[in-house]
């Protein structure tokens, strides 16, 4: 009995499979209650999705829908001009997405291959900036654009992408000194100039980070809030997340058709994350590595 | 000689046209903002007419007049000081909690990070309806219970408590950074000093902590750089209400500078906030480095 008493610590330590353990089922049970609470109201925003008009609204709890509208998310969608809000973040997201990853992918080789005065004290600027909290600039900046003729315009949300990243510079700088110079040198013999170098050789290569960037970056532009808040005025400009918060202030506002637009919104994002999780986990593991230097 | 000058100047030349988005890119948004912002708040400006200079009349309506400043100072602090720890701690308890081989372990941890995925408006937006005190779903749980219901966003000694709340269903974000540094902890650590008999509690403090203090440390400035300036979750949930009880400071400025026209006053609004930030950022920085050993440190 003792030996048995004793066992658990030595079996943790090797690691060996054992039946269910006492502890083990009270972490399986904290488990279980935890991801209750972070599925259920996504649970939730499905089931009031697909309810009827008059089913949303009942004294009694009503946990699953009686029958099934999927008609709602036709007359949601409808509301609040859904698809051309759709179509206004596709376009912003997709054109600042291809901006950043393009611009900090110049950038970075810039400061990781090329050989120029002040080229560290560019870097530490660069990175530096990281550290400056959004807030600071907004307000200059958006005097700045309005000045220019761009506020209610889509420009502020999309020309600062191509001003490059710091953080995605800094992962591709990271991931650029994995790779040896001798294949740059070997390109260079055959002629190639730097944007062959770059482009034909050092991205291909670096497929992996250039995924991670262009996941981020697309969930950073698709989540964007302020910006657009601060300089969209007319409706048919504005992107879903600022439709959507306007949709929500509204207590009047149909719940069933709130949650199916809600859910529309969600999709591109849980899409890539189904599709993209390796790459998603590769990028939380380059914020690791950098906090770890 | 003279080609290999030459080619100098060229590879100057290129250098500088390659990180050139990025030079246009920090004089825009961190030269130019932080230079203008000194002279602006010293200005009575509505950001349409010639800012006016007036001194420190800005910082003194600021702390002596001003009616909501110290009170959406004081509820920004409240917000940091409960929301960082607790997304911290908590998100490293769950992580330690997932990092065991248990049954379905994947799926728990894709459940527990699916939430950080979503929008951030989507969620926000959600979570309002959650709270809605007749049909929300906070209150139904609450009447599975047997409890009554309760005005989530509407009671003003609960809603910066609901905000909260809301957020950390984002805990997930937290859980799977710690998550991959638990993960890359030599595991014949842990044989070791299970050898020399240490459990739970010890083996956590002296063997897990230790070696996860940097992306702790990391976590803790970026969590309080970034709660500072938390915006979104007030804007969307309550406004600010009620009774101001969750005027986070960064939805303040934005409401002084965007709905009120007060520039000049909201960008010396937006110094305030920097130099907190800046403040806390360099004591964490102070303390930690007494706690924080890093594994490759030639210093």
Redo the contacts between chains.
């Keep these: 009995m003792k030996t048995v008493y004793s066992a658990p610590a030595v079996t943790n330590a090797g690691r060996s499979r054992r039946k269910i353990q006492p502890v083990n089922s009270i972490r399986m049970v904290v488990l279980l209650i935890g991801t209750v609470a972070m599925l259920y109201p996504l649970l939730w925003v499905v089931t009031i999705a697909l309810k009827g008009n008059n089913d949303i609204f009942t004294t009694t709890p009503q946990w699953f829908p009686k029958e099934f509208h999927f008609e709602n998310f036709v007359e949601g969608t409808k509301q609040i001009h859904f698809w051309l809000t759709f179509k206004n973040s596709m376009i912003i997201t997709v054109i600042s997405t291809v901006g950043q990853v393009a611009s900090s992918i110049v950038v970075g080789y810039g400061l990781s291959r090329l050989r120029f005065p002040g080229r560290k004290l560019w870097f530490s600027s660069f990175i530096g900036s990281m550290m400056l909290p959004g807030f600071v600039g907004l307000v200059p900046v958006f005097y700045l654009f309005s000045q220019l003729g761009w506020y209610n315009t889509w420009l502020p949300l999309i020309v600062p992408s191509y001003l490059g990243n710091p953080a995605f510079t800094f992962l591709f700088i990271q991931f650029l000194s994995t790779i040896p110079k001798s294949f740059d040198e070997a390109a260079k013999m055959d002629g190639a100039g730097d944007t062959q170098i770059l482009w034909r050789i050092l991205v291909p290569m670096s497929l992996p980070v250039v995924v991670t960037m262009i996941i981020f970056a697309f969930n950073g532009s698709w989540n964007q809030y302020l910006e657009p808040l601060i300089y969209l005025v007319d409706q048919n400009k504005w992107t879903l997340s600022v439709a959507l918060a306007s949709f929500a202030s509204n207590w009047s506002t149909q719940w069933n058709y709130f949650m199916a637009a809600d859910l529309l919104y969600m999709m591109p994002l849980l899409i890539i994350f189904f599709f993209g999780q390796k790459y998603f986990m590769q990028g939380l593991g380059s914020v690791n590595s950098a906090g770890l230097k | 000689m003279k080609t290999s000058r030459r080619y100098n100047r060229f ?2 030349v ?6 050139s ?6 004089g ?3 030269a ?3 230079i ?2 000194i002279y ?1 708040a010293l200005t009575k400006w509505d ?1 349409i007419n010639k800012p006016e200079f007036v001194g420190f009349d800005n910082f003194n309506y600021l702390f002596t007049v001003d009616p909501v400043f110290w009170k959406a100072l004081r509820v920004t602090f409240y917000y940091v000081l409960i929301n960082v720890p607790a997304s911290l701690i908590g998100g490293l308890a ?1 992580a330690m ?2 990092n ?4 379905f372990i994947r ?2 941890r894709t ?2 990070y ?2 950080t ?6 969620t ?7 709270y809605h005190p ?2 929300g ?1 906070a209150n ?1 749980v609450l ?1 599975l219970f047997g409890s009554p219901p309760v005005n989530w966003l509407s009671d003003e000694r609960l809603a910066l408590f609901s905000v909260i709340l809301a957020g950390l ?1 984002q805990i ?1 974000g937290g859980m ?2 710690f998550l ?2 638990l993960q ?1 902890i030599p ?1 014949d650590l ?2 070791a000093s ?2 020399d008999g240490a ?1 739970g509690w010890a083996v956590f403090r002296n063997v897990t902590l230790p070696l996860i203090a ?2 702790l ?3 803790l400035i970026l969590g309080i ?1 970034g709660s ?2 938390s ?2 979750q007030v ?2 949930m309550t406004g600010g209400g009620p009774n101001y009880a969750t005027e986070l400071l ?1 939805f303040k ?2 409401a002084d ?2 709905s009120s026209k007060m ?1 000049g006053y ?2 010396a609004e ?1 110094w305030i ?2 130099l907190i ?1 800046m403040l806390f ?1 360099v004591i964490t920085y102070r303390y930690s480095n007494q706690f924080v050993h ?3 440190d030639n210093r």
């Design positions: 590879e100057w290129k250098g500088y046209l390659h990180i988005p990025s030079i246009i890119g920090f825009i948004f961190v130019y903002p932080l203008m912002s602006y950001g769950l909690l997932l065991k081989k248990l049954p799926f728990f459940a527990f699916l939430p995925v979503l929008p951030m408006i989507a926000l937006t959600l979570w309002k309806f959650i007749q049909y779903l139904r009447h269903w997930g799977i950074i991959s540094g890359s595991q842990y044989e299970g050898m459990r940097p992306i440390f990391l976590q750089i500072f300036q915006f979104a804007q969307v960064n400025i934005y500078v965007f520039f909201g960008i937006v906030l920097f930030i950022t890093y594994e490759n």
